[in-house]
């Protein structure tokens, strides 16, 4: 079995479930593509149909380089998020993170935290990798705390990466290694 062939399974947790996301979930998804906060910390500036988020969500399911898992509470599979590793890279045993909490009104709970550690550790464990990398905007603070504290170290800054509101703004590239937990 190859690194990018482990089927993405349902992953238990005492804060968040992580489960598969399916066509289901596509609904839930486009709503929360109107998230304005969301949207602003994720850089998200396309609008998007629901049909393409149809096609999208059956698309990421098949799709082998991927594991992409709804967010959910323990015991009620209403999705709140996503949570993401891919461009899996078996050879160099890499991937790349993200993460978008499907409203403002789910920050500051815990649930994007114990997200992270959740697919980190299922990425590091489950899939084999050694790094798992990502961006996020310089003006996240609050991302940039909660990765610091999981253990991903700052490696650069794409300058001027994202046109936003009226100005540009840095993208931060952070990095875990298995090594590193």
Do not use: K
Not at 85 to 113: C, H, K, P, W, Y
Request: charged share 25%; net charge negative.
């Amino acid at each position: 079995m190859t690194i990018e062939s482990i089927p993405t399974p349902v992953l238990p947790g005492p804060v968040v479930d992580l489960r598969p996301i399916t066509v289901d979930d596509a609904l839930a998804m486009f709503v929360s593509l109107s998230d304005e906060e969301s949207n602003r910390l994720t850089g998200t500036q396309e609008t998007f149909t629901l049909d393409q988020v149809e096609a999208h969500c059956a698309r990421i399911a098949a799709a082998p380089d991927r594991h992409d898992f709804a967010i959910t509470r323990p015991g009620d599979p209403t999705y709140l998020g996503e949570v993401v590793l891919m461009d899996i890279d078996s050879v160099n045993r890499s991937a790349v993170f993200r993460i978008a909490l499907a409203r403002e009104s789910l920050f500051g709970q815990g649930l994007g935290t114990a997200a992270t550690q959740r697919i980190v550790d299922f990425g590091f464990d489950e899939v084999g990798l050694h790094r798992i990398e990502l961006e996020v905007y310089a003006f996240n603070e609050r991302a940039r705390h909660v990765y610091e504290a999981l253990g991903f170290q700052v490696e650069g800054v794409r300058r001027d990466a994202l046109w936003q509101g009226s100005g540009f703004h840095d993208a931060v590239v952070m990095a875990i290694l298995s090594t590193e937990r």
